[in-house]
């Protein structure tokens, strides 16, 4: 079946499997950053931003992003390199394969929450994991990139 | 030091956090043929027949490969240095699955599609036997999980396959029985740790291509570049020099790809088809295919006086290896001894079986074993403290090791740089231990505290080697190159830090890259926390020769002598200083031909000694009196790895150590069905912490000096996953008055409704 | 594998009804999260998202909630949560996580009646009912009891009443699903207890707001009683149940748990 969807600002029109899963379709056109962790929807580590909602790109049929637009960490500019620097200097990537999940979610987070207290972030995030860091650092990561960006 | 005890930024931190394809999968060529493998449905049988026929006509299927294509060779899985300690029990595929999830087909085609369609076709007829589940039964049961005439081991493990037991072995210091009955407290309790999946966020994956030269290149996510060439060769029985292996970024390890699961598979594919091949795991293959932490079950008698002197441990640990033995004779080791050389005894016994059953293989996961010998030792001390009304942390400040002591269960190795009471003392402050008691009533909740310590080695001693080139390039910088396996720790932006430091440079001055077994060092590998000790120690060797060599060189071009040459690291100068020369000036001359030469060190290093660090963890968690539901609220962990070569990948590791600790504390448990079927085997089924259930942890540090490590380091990698499970079982029972002793410690456990097994 | 053979995004409900009749196999995709990892062929996955049923409609008398609705956004609907005094965001707060959240769909949820659902205990402690293509408009708690059918559920309904509303659960991991949750609401002095993941799915129960807590625990232990599964045993689930009832009785009766 055909598809038209807007990866990264780009125009892509496609003809799929109706099977094919997000995640795939973004990954077959180049956009790596995109990881998947599990197959039950479970991870975060494939999340992108459709029409600027965080959703799981392991768990939606590309079928369905038609007339869509998505955002990967490809395509998150300069917001994403600011956090990733925060993120950095904390030594919180570690692996950095959960990185792009958790870096799009923060970026999603970032938009809707004002002011938000360390619970709400936790929160929030609370569908990325991470089996490296034990989430303090980038904890500290995303409270300095916060405070930072609203100062 | 400018570089050491930095919090430098790690070397590929851009590349990681902007999504650069870096990893395997990213890498992989896109024609590659995709594998996936047909797994046996039967904890034990027999293949009596396979058809393939079905399977083979849909279309897209290249091939299809049973037992009966593979070599016969027998081999082991486990990374480990020739010979060996792990036995040599499986083959690539056999006629007999020993396991829900052993191998049974090899398809091979050009997308997973077809590949999932034609293992639903494969007809195969087993002969069904019935499993062996239960460990604690398997000692000279009737069911024999190895009957082959082929088995084989390099080394003398104790090995008795035949009565089910792949290891098994006794070390006394003193005498036990008789230390205990002198003692006015002697408590005799069971402990029982369960396997855990390392659940590193990357799934098991490789691809094999052949190269120019028809050698078989294989780019792996591992831990053990080189010992997957051996690993290989001898699968496919074929001589080491044919086989290159590459290891790009990994996605995490923590052990588990210390053990070449799916290497195999693709490097057979393509040596067979010559063509690229690919096999990316699943999670649920991830988790029922691949390894585990050994389960493991602990009898301990600890005896003291009223006093609170602790005169004599003795500690029986029964190991499953489950179908296969790789890390079983190894891991069940560091029960005893990483856990008993924490105290000072007057006498202490360790004995041990490993047994086979018809479960998943266990394997390598941080900690080695360590993890579960501490659960036990240190639940011991507590109820100990409990028992005799002592306070926890006195008890140990009374009876723990200390800087000169020589510890007998440890090879008799003395602890040469230990920080241990310094590190409890300041966890002791860090939670306030002094104003607080061990329970704490909240109204709907109890707060309780409790305590452990903990140590690891640091590489294994005279087996683990590193070694490491560097390379004075053209423009004044350099090129390390190394043979350990950065899985995301940063042990590239540490060597290159001990690098810079020897160097007299700025870190961004050494460049590092993957490893490649063509062109790389020989390294033993990334694991048993022996990188940042072992092959650091091989970076300030080669850095030192290098400096020489640069000095000797400067010395011709500027005709003068070596020993009034001084280098700075940016210029070298004669000591009148009436001549000097740039680094940079002094790097194109050498590139210059007729000149000079181009300069480059080598060294390995290898140790004699395994120098433990230490660590002290304090847990203060909520127990609700009504669901029994366990909250952490706050962790402290205070560590002695010598001097931290970087002090914020240092405390990640820590805090992601302990958040591993939490979740088998608290959380995570493989479990099967009576079938042997694993039914804990998603993200879904078996919970990992997120970051809700971790709480607050609050790290710190009591560097001590190693003299045998590089600028007096010791290892960090898997001490900090040891501390939590004893610490949080005592702050439970604390609370709620409950001590539990099979992990991991749920609500139901804590209100008694489900029984210990 | 799933595998689908043919993806229809319908115009109409119409238009999906009629393919959905056409073979047995044929099926609506909701969020597709659970769906998506099952192993078969759908012959036509029959997507509702130009259906117009992804919003909460608010009148006087009622909050009409689309059937493709995710969860996000009843978690943060506010005059909803308002009127339960965040019951509603607070038995779906921790599933999984938000991008989960943005995908799972009330309808999906309803619909499936899964034994494990938080959201189906809570609504079934409100006036709720559920709208489907065919069938037309029926209590959600007689919906529970219905057969699986070849029909649309396009809506649910939450009729506004003045009511005091709590949930409870016990999650082992914080995202994980509830080894037991109960809900309750007191709507015209009756109480509605409801508890699900025992593991069967929830059950509501009616009874007068003066009976006292021994009373209503012996209607819930009759008509909700626990197993055992890899989450928890059938004892532990027992005691859940007492405890998070009584919490619940608590809450609506103003006392302190």
């Given at each position: 079946?055909?598809?038209?969807?807007?990866?990264?600002?780009?125009?892509?029109?496609?003809?799929?499997?109706?099977?094919?899963?997000?995640?795939d379709?973004?990954?077959?056109?180049?956009?790596?950053?995109?990881k998947?962790g599990?197959?039950?929807?479970?991870?975060?580590?494939?999340?992108?931003l459709?029409?600027?909602?965080p959703?799981?790109?392991?768990?939606?049929?590309?079928?369905?992003?038609?007339?869509?637009?998505?955002v990967?960490?490809?395509?998150?500019?300069?917001?994403?390199?600011a956090?990733?620097?925060?993120?950095?200097?904390?030594g919180?990537?570690?692996?950095?394969?959960c990185?792009?999940?958790?870096?799009?979610?923060?970026i999603?987070?970032?938009?809707?929450?004002?002011?938000?207290?360390?619970?709400?972030?936790?929160?929030?995030?609370?569908?990325?994991?991470?089996r490296?860091?034990g989430?303090?650092?980038?904890?500290?990561?995303?409270?300095?990139?916060?405070?930072?960006?609203?100062? | 030091?400018?570089?050491?005890?930095?919090?430098?930024?790690?070397?590929?931190?851009?590349a990681l956090?902007?999504?650069?394809p870096?990893y395997?999968?990213?890498?992989a060529?896109?024609d590659?043929?995709?594998?996936?493998?047909l797994?046996?449905?039967?904890?034990?049988?027999?293949?009596?027949?396979?058809?393939?026929?079905?399977?083979?006509?849909?279309?897209?299927?290249?091939?299809?490969?049973?037992?009966?294509?593979v070599?016969?060779?027998?081999?082991?899985?486990?990374?480990?240095?020739?010979?060996?300690?792990?036995p040599?029990?499986?083959?690539?595929?056999?006629?007999?699955?020993?396991?829900?999830g052993?191998?049974?087909a090899?398809?091979?085609?050009?997308?997973?599609?077809?590949?999932?369609?034609?293992?639903?076709?494969?007809?195969?007829?087993?002969?069904?036997?019935?499993?062996l589940?239960?460990f604690?039964?398997?000692?000279?049961?009737?069911?024999?999980?190895?009957?082959?005439?082929?088995?084989?081991?390099?080394?003398?493990i104790?090995?008795?396959?035949?009565?089910?037991?792949?290891?098994?072995?006794?070390?006394?210091?003193?005498?036990?029985?008789k230390?205990?009955s002198?003692?006015?407290?002697?408590?005799?309790?069971?402990?029982?740790?369960?396997?855990?999946?390392?659940?590193m966020?990357?799934?098991?994956?490789?691809?094999?291509?052949?190269?120019?030269?028809?050698?078989?290149?294989?780019?792996?996510s591992?831990?053990?570049?080189?010992?997957?060439?051996?690993i290989?060769?001898?699968?496919?029985?074929?001589?080491?020099?044919?086989?290159?292996?590459?290891?790009?970024?990994?996605?995490?390890?923590?052990?588990?790809?210390?053990?070449?699961?799916?290497e195999?598979?693709?490097?057979?594919?393509?040596?067979?088809?010559?063509?690229?091949?690919?096999?990316?795991?699943?999670?649920?293959?991830?988790?029922?295919?691949?390894?585990?932490?050994h389960?493991?079950?602990m009898?301990?008698?600890?005896?003291?006086?009223?006093?609170?002197?602790?005169?004599?441990?003795?500690?029986?640990?029964?190991?499953?290896?489950?179908?296969?033995?790789?890390?079983?004779?190894?891991?069940?080791?560091?029960?005893g001894?990483?856990s008993?050389?924490?105290?000072?005894?007057?006498?202490?016994?360790?004995?041990?079986?490993v047994?086979?059953?018809?479960?998943?293989r266990?394997?390598?996961?941080?900690?080695?074993?360590?993890?579960?010998?501490?659960?036990?030792?240190?639940?011991?001390?507590?109820?100990l403290?409990d028992?005799l009304?002592?306070?926890?942390c006195?008890?140990?400040?009374k009876?723990?090791?200390?800087?000169?002591?020589?510890?007998?269960?440890?090879?008799?190795?003395?602890?040469?740089?230990?920080?241990?009471k310094?590190?409890?003392?300041?966890?002791?402050?860090?939670?306030?231990?002094?104003n607080?008691?061990?329970?704490?009533?909240?109204?709907?909740?109890?707060r309780?505290?409790?305590?452990?310590?903990?140590?690891?080695?640091?590489?294994?001693?005279?087996?683990?080697?590193?070694?490491?080139?560097?390379?004075?390039?053209d423009?004044?910088?350099?090129?390390?190159?190394?043979?350990?396996?950065?899985?995301?720790?940063?042990?590239?932006?540490?060597?290159?830090?001990?690098?810079?430091?020897?160097?007299?440079?700025?870190?961004?001055?050494?460049?590092?890259?993957?490893?490649?077994?063509?062109?790389?060092?020989?390294?033993t590998?990334?694991?048993?926390?022996?990188?940042?000790?072992?092959?650091?120690?091989?970076?300030?060797k080669?850095?030192e020769?290098?400096?020489?060599?640069?000095v000797?060189?400067?010395?011709?071009?500027m005709?003068?002598?070596?020993?009034?040459?001084?280098?700075?690291?940016?210029?070298?100068?004669?000591?009148?200083?009436?001549?000097?020369m740039s680094?940079?000036?002094f790097?194109?001359?050498?590139?210059?031909?007729?000149?000079?030469?181009?300069?480059?060190?080598?060294?390995?290093?290898s140790?004699?000694?395994?120098?433990?660090?230490?660590m002290?963890?304090?847990?203060?968690?909520?127990?609700?009196?009504?669901?029994?539901?366990?909250?952490m609220?706050?962790?402290v962990?205070?560590?002695?790895c010598?001097?931290?070569?970087?002090?914020?990948?240092?405390?990640?590791?820590?805090?992601?150590?302990?958040?591993?600790?939490?979740?088998?504390?608290?959380?995570?448990?493989?479990?099967?069905?009576?079938?042997?079927?694993?039914?804990?085997?998603?993200?879904?089924?078996?919970k990992?912490?997120?970051?809700?259930?971790?709480?607050?942890?609050?790290?710190?540090?009591?560097?001590?000096?190693?003299?045998?490590?590089?600028?007096?380091?010791?290892?960090?990698?898997e001490?900090?996953i040891?501390?939590?499970?004893?610490?949080i079982?005592?702050?439970?029972?604390?609370?709620?008055?409950?001590?539990?002793?099979?992990?991991p410690?749920?609500?139901?456990?804590?209100?008694?409704?489900?029984?210990?097994? | 594998?799933?595998?689908?053979?043919?993806?229809?995004?319908?115009?109409?409900?119409?238009?999906?009804?009629?393919?959905?009749?056409k073979?047995?196999?044929?099926?609506?995709?909701?969020g597709?999260?659970?769906?998506?990892?099952?192993?078969?062929?759908?012959?036509?996955?029959i997507?509702?998202?130009?259906?117009?049923?992804?919003?909460?409609?608010?009148?006087?008398?009622?909050?009409k909630?689309?059937?493709?609705?995710?969860?996000?956004?009843?978690?943060?609907h506010?005059?909803?949560?308002?009127?339960?005094?965040g019951?509603?965001?607070?038995?779906?707060?921790?599933?999984?996580?938000?991008?989960?959240?943005?995908?799972a769909?009330?309808?999906?949820?309803?619909?499936?009646?899964?034994g494990?659902s938080d959201?189906?205990?809570?609504?079934?402690?409100?006036?709720?009912?559920?709208?489907?293509?065919?069938?037309?408009?029926?209590?959600?708690?007689?919906?529970?009891?219905?057969?699986?059918?070849?029909?649309?559920?396009?809506?649910?309904?939450?009729?506004?009443?003045?009511?005091?509303?709590?949930f409870?659960?016990?999650?082992?991991?914080?995202?994980?699903?509830?080894?037991?949750?109960?809900?309750?609401?007191l709507?015209?002095?009756?109480?509605?207890?409801?508890?699900g993941?025992?593991p069967?799915?929830?059950?509501?129960?009616?009874i007068?707001?003066?009976?006292?807590l021994?009373?209503?625990?012996k209607?819930?232990?009759?008509?909700?009683?626990?197993?055992?599964?890899?989450?928890a045993?059938?004892?532990?689930?027992?005691?859940?149940?007492?405890?998070?009832?009584?919490?619940?009785?608590?809450?609506?009766?103003?006392?302190?748990?």
């Amino acid at each position: 079946m055909k598809i038209s969807l807007t990866v990264n600002g780009r125009k892509i029109q496609e003809d799929i499997q109706e099977s094919m899963l997000l995640i795939d379709f973004l990954r077959s056109h180049g956009y790596t950053s995109v990881k998947r962790g599990c197959e039950t929807s479970n991870c975060g580590l494939c999340t992108v931003l459709m029409d600027d909602h965080p959703i799981l790109s392991c768990s939606m049929l590309a079928a369905r992003a038609d007339g869509h637009s998505i955002v990967t960490l490809e395509g998150a500019g300069k917001e994403a390199e600011a956090f990733a620097e925060f993120m950095a200097k904390e030594g919180a990537e570690q692996c950095g394969f959960c990185s792009p999940g958790l870096i799009m979610n923060v970026i999603a987070m970032k938009k809707e929450l004002k002011n938000p207290t360390k619970e709400e972030i936790k929160q929030y995030l609370s569908g990325n994991l991470c089996r490296c860091s034990g989430y303090m650092s980038q904890m500290r990561a995303i409270e300095k990139y916060l405070q930072e960006e609203s100062v | 030091m400018k570089q050491i005890s930095q919090p430098v930024v790690k070397k590929d931190a851009a590349a990681l956090l902007s999504g650069k394809p870096v990893y395997t999968d990213d890498l992989a060529m896109k024609d590659c043929l995709i594998i996936k493998l047909l797994r046996s449905p039967h904890a034990f049988a027999k293949i009596k027949k396979i058809d393939t026929s079905k399977a083979l006509r849909i279309p897209g299927i290249e091939a299809i490969f049973t037992y009966e294509d593979v070599p016969n060779t027998r081999f082991t899985l486990a990374g480990q240095t020739y010979p060996e300690l792990s036995p040599y029990d499986g083959k690539i595929l056999e006629n007999i699955v020993r396991y829900v999830g052993d191998e049974v087909a090899i398809i091979v085609g050009k997308d997973e599609m077809c590949c999932e369609q034609a293992k639903k076709l494969i007809q195969v007829e087993y002969e069904v036997y019935e499993p062996l589940l239960d460990f604690t039964k398997a000692i000279d049961n009737k069911i024999v999980v190895h009957p082959e005439d082929d088995y084989k081991y390099l080394v003398d493990i104790g090995n008795e396959v035949k009565r089910n037991i792949v290891s098994q072995g006794r070390d006394e210091a003193g005498d036990v029985e008789k230390e205990l009955s002198l003692c006015d407290v002697v408590i005799e309790r069971d402990y029982h740790t369960k396997a855990n999946a390392q659940a590193m966020m990357e799934t098991f994956r490789s691809y094999a291509y052949l190269d120019a030269y028809n050698r078989l290149n294989i780019v792996s996510s591992t831990q053990i570049p080189f010992h997957v060439r051996r690993i290989v060769a001898n699968a496919l029985e074929l001589p080491k020099s044919k086989i290159r292996v590459i290891k790009p970024r990994i996605g995490g390890g923590f052990g588990a790809k210390q053990t070449a699961c799916c290497e195999i598979f693709s490097a057979f594919v393509t040596w067979k088809l010559k063509k690229p091949s690919k096999i990316v795991y699943t999670r649920e293959e991830t988790f029922m295919a691949s390894n585990s932490r050994h389960e493991m079950k602990m009898h301990v008698r600890v005896g003291a006086m009223k006093d609170g002197t602790i005169c004599a441990i003795d500690l029986h640990t029964l190991s499953n290896t489950g179908a296969y033995g790789e890390h079983g004779p190894t891991t069940v080791g560091l029960s005893g001894h990483k856990s008993l050389p924490l105290y000072k005894l007057n006498a202490s016994c360790f004995s041990y079986e490993v047994v086979y059953t018809n479960t998943m293989r266990a394997g390598a996961y941080r900690g080695y074993g360590a993890t579960q010998g501490i659960f036990a030792v240190e639940s011991a001390i507590n109820e100990l403290a409990d028992a005799l009304k002592m306070d926890p942390c006195e008890l140990r400040l009374k009876n723990m090791v200390e800087e000169g002591d020589i510890m007998p269960q440890y090879y008799n190795e003395t602890a040469n740089s230990c920080t241990l009471k310094d590190c409890l003392l300041k966890a002791m402050e860090l939670i306030d231990w002094k104003n607080k008691s061990l329970k704490t009533d909240l109204g709907d909740k109890v707060r309780g505290l409790g305590v452990a310590l903990a140590m690891q080695g640091s590489g294994i001693a005279n087996v683990d080697v590193g070694s490491v080139r560097i390379k004075l390039e053209d423009d004044g910088f350099y090129t390390l190159s190394i043979g350990a396996t950065d899985m995301g720790t940063g042990c590239d932006t540490i060597l290159a830090q001990m690098a810079a430091e020897c160097l007299d440079c700025e870190v961004d001055q050494i460049v590092v890259q993957g490893v490649d077994t063509d062109s790389s060092p020989y390294d033993t590998g990334s694991y048993a926390s022996s990188t940042t000790y072992v092959t650091g120690m091989a970076v300030v060797k080669a850095c030192e020769q290098l400096k020489e060599k640069i000095v000797k060189e400067a010395a011709l071009l500027m005709q003068t002598k070596e020993e009034e040459l001084v280098f700075d690291g940016k210029m070298i100068r004669t000591l009148d200083e009436n001549k000097a020369m740039s680094l940079n000036e002094f790097a194109y001359l050498c590139a210059a031909g007729g000149k000079g030469k181009m300069l480059m060190a080598d060294d390995s290093h290898s140790s004699m000694v395994s120098p433990p660090p230490f660590m002290a963890g304090i847990a203060e968690v909520d127990v609700d009196k009504l669901t029994g539901e366990i909250t952490m609220h706050d962790y402290v962990a205070v560590v002695d790895c010598g001097t931290v070569i970087n002090t914020n990948l240092a405390r990640v590791q820590v805090e992601g150590g302990i958040a591993q600790g939490i979740g088998m504390a608290l959380l995570e448990d493989i479990v099967y069905d009576k079938n042997g079927r694993m039914i804990a085997n998603s993200f879904m089924q078996y919970k990992l912490p997120t970051r809700k259930d971790v709480g607050e942890i609050r790290v710190d540090f009591m560097p001590s000096y190693e003299p045998t490590g590089p600028f007096g380091a010791k290892s960090i990698g898997e001490v900090v996953i040891n501390t939590p499970s004893p610490a949080i079982a005592s702050a439970v029972a604390h609370a709620s008055g409950q001590y539990v002793r099979t992990l991991p410690i749920t609500p139901e456990k804590v209100l008694g409704f489900k029984h210990e097994d | 594998m799933l595998k689908i053979q043919k993806y229809v995004r319908a115009e109409s409900l119409e238009e999906a009804y009629q393919e959905l009749i056409k073979n047995r196999n044929n099926q609506i995709i909701g969020g597709m999260l659970w769906l998506k990892m099952e192993d078969r062929v759908i012959p036509s996955a029959i997507d509702l998202s130009k259906c117009q049923l992804d919003s909460i409609e608010e009148n006087e008398n009622e909050f009409k909630i689309g059937a493709m609705c995710t969860f996000y956004q009843l978690e943060t609907h506010e005059a909803l949560n308002q009127m339960c005094q965040g019951m509603i965001a607070k038995s779906v707060r921790d599933i999984v996580g938000v991008q989960f959240k943005n995908m799972a769909t009330i309808g999906g949820s309803i619909y499936s009646r899964f034994g494990f659902s938080d959201i189906l205990t809570a609504l079934l402690c409100l006036d709720c009912d559920v709208v489907c293509y065919k069938k037309g408009q029926i209590a959600l708690k007689e919906y529970i009891h219905e057969p699986y059918e070849k029909d649309i559920l396009t809506h649910v309904i939450i009729h506004k009443r003045k009511m005091k509303a709590a949930f409870e659960c016990v999650r082992r991991s914080s995202t994980d699903f509830s080894v037991l949750n109960a809900a309750g609401a007191l709507i015209d002095h009756q109480l509605r207890i409801c508890v699900g993941a025992r593991p069967h799915k929830a059950e509501m129960i009616e009874i007068e707001e003066q009976c006292d807590l021994q009373d209503i625990l012996k209607q819930v232990h009759e008509a909700m009683p626990c197993e055992s599964n890899m989450r928890a045993s059938k004892e532990y689930r027992e005691h859940l149940r007492d405890v998070l009832v009584e919490k619940v009785v608590n809450e609506l009766k103003g006392e302190k748990a």
